[in-house]
């Protein structure tokens, strides 16, 4: 396969198998000025093959529509790729070596910068202590997010640095503590860092076929240089597209910025590892019931105002209470402008983790687009996992119910929050298809449609993220095991890949079964990644 892909090309691609709803059977694909302009058989190829600026032969390859995913925080992930990842540390004090490790090989950085650690998996259950950063740092300023990024530890030399009267003890910070150190921290970090980190996550979210990312932005997440960077360093260089939201409410400055919505990471509550997402019932392992940023009446202020100035309205809400608050919120809102436009304005939530069927059926009646993350019950669900720890397995059973949002007809977004938890769009995927509770589970080809064509639907696009005629040539070409056929009494894999059911096939994400492996992602009909050999 070439690199040479440009969107002025014509290119027919064919000996392949084309995830396309208009042809089944398809094998070959033709793009032009950016588009897709034909899907079909190997034979009807031949009549394009004269007539085009470059064949590729996909020797069997899959081709499917570019993934999207609707949830990442660019800069932190790059961040995380080009910094200290502790996601994989099976214990403090192998955190604290790597810790060590990091600094020694950073002398020049003027605050160190590290992401993932979890005291959930932790044999001891408890974060470095601040004494014990100081000194695998030797006295450096140093920021370490949980691996939520809803609270931090941070050393002695960063709490320094840092404006206003902060917590001095071991705890890690939350709320506003937490917000002023990391501003601190990443106001350290210079223009030039900053869009090094930026291209770092983009190309590697394109090596894994993603040609669209939801950046949600904000002044207690990033900052407004850094959405304005980014928006300008996506528009300027081949990569995947970059769709901001700036979550603060202030309807004038989201439009200012770039911002599609003043939405995305404006904060109803906080996340259950760190205990502030907002909970009508104490947590399970703390006597409280989390932290509550906004309530009923400022959401619908917020979503009347985005409303009236056509952007999107969006808020994180996990805890069952916070969701309460939004849906109270966005019906109020609908009472004083109308619910048709609440409807059609596809205001969403991100997270929305801890439903109930009265909250499901609120988002299917309000036109609530669902922006979720399937990874997190991958990494957190289960009888002995985080939100069991937290809410107890009753309750933590009840967690992200994919499969009652689809039944209800609540739109989905899959996305990862990445650096959260990591690009990694197959395995989304698989994380939905196989639900840690089997309930929740959705078909593979609900949660692929969820993870391409529901991210363009959920910033109000109904003719993209499917390879049809006229629609954007963002795709992928995928290396892959066998596409799935349905057994009949399987209820896992509620899909079918028989061409005779008119379903094209995707590949077998069984656990244990290897990923495809992108070949190749295409954004507007613009090559902006190629696997090296092929």
Request: hydrophobic share 45%; net charge negative.
């Amino acid at each position: 396969m070439s690199e040479s892909t440009t969107p002025s090309s014509t290119v027919l691609l064919r000996r392949g198998e084309v995830h396309s709803p208009a042809d089944p059977f398809a094998t070959a694909m033709v793009v032009e000025r950016g588009q897709v302009a034909w899907v079909g058989s190997e034979g009807a190829a031949d009549a394009f093959a004269d007539g085009v600026d470059e064949v590729i032969d996909l020797d069997g390859a899959l081709v499917t529509p570019a993934f999207t995913d609707a949830h990442v925080h660019t800069t932190a992930t790059g961040l995380a790729l080009t910094g200290l990842d502790l996601s994989g540390a099976p214990t403090r004090e192998a955190a604290l070596a790597l810790v060590r490790d990091f600094a020694a090989a950073r002398p020049d950085d003027r605050v160190l910068l590290g992401h993932g650690w979890d005291t959930a998996r932790w044999p001891d259950g408890r974060p470095p202590a601040r004494a014990e950063l100081d000194a695998a740092t030797g006295g450096r300023p140093l920021y370490l997010s949980r691996i939520d990024v809803h609270s931090a530890v941070v050393t002695t030399a960063l709490l320094d640095l840092t404006p206003g009267d902060l917590p001095r003890g071991d705890a890690p910070l939350t709320g506003d503590a937490h917000h002023a150190v990391r501003a601190a921290a990443l106001g350290a970090v210079t223009p030039a860092q900053r869009a090094e980190a930026q291209r770092a996550a983009l190309a590697h979210a394109a090596s894994l076929g993603i040609g669209t990312v939801h950046e949600c932005a904000g002044p207690e997440v990033s900052s407004e240089d850094d959405l304005t960077g980014l928006l300008r360093l996506s528009a300027g260089e081949p990569g995947p597209r970059v769709i901001g939201y700036w979550a603060e409410q202030d309807v004038d400055k989201a439009r200012e910025l770039g911002a599609v919505g003043a939405a995305g990471d404006l904060f109803v509550d906080g996340s259950l590892g760190s205990h502030t997402a907002c909970l009508h019932q104490p947590y399970a392992d703390a006597g409280h019931t989390g932290t509550a940023h906004l309530d009923a009446a400022a959401v619908a202020a917020h979503v009347v105002a985005c409303t009236e100035a056509g952007l999107q309205a969006g808020f994180h809400a996990i805890g069952d209470a916070a969701v309460t608050a939004v849906v109270e919120g966005v019906r109020a809102a609908a009472e004083k402008v109308g619910l048709a436009r609440v409807r059609a304005a596809r205001h969403r939530i991100e997270h929305a983790e801890m439903l109930t069927p009265e909250t499901v059926a609120a988002f299917a009646e309000l036109g609530l687009t669902a922006s979720v993350q399937p990874a997190f019950d991958a990494l957190w669900g289960g009888e002995d996992g985080m939100y069991a720890q937290r809410l107890g397995a009753e309750r933590a059973r009840t967690l992200n119910p994919y499969a009652a949002l689809l039944r209800a007809g609540v739109p989905l977004a899959f996305g990862s929050d990445s650096p959260v938890t990591p690009l990694d769009p197959w395995g989304t995927v698989r994380a939905a298809a196989f639900h840690r509770t089997p309930e929740h589970r959705v078909s593979v080809r609900a949660a692929f449609t969820a993870h391409t064509r529901g991210g363009w639907r959920a910033i109000g696009r109904d003719d993209a993220g499917v390879l049809v005629p006229g629609a954007p040539a963002d795709y992928a070409v995928w290396r892959t095991g066998d596409l799935v056929v349905q057994a009949p009494d399987d209820r896992v894999a509620r899909w079918s890949t028989d061409p005779r059911s008119g379903t094209p096939g995707l590949p077998d994400l069984a656990p244990g079964r290897d990923l495809p492996v992108c070949l190749r992602t295409v954004v507007g009909g613009r090559t902006v990644f190629v696997r090296p050999g092929e």
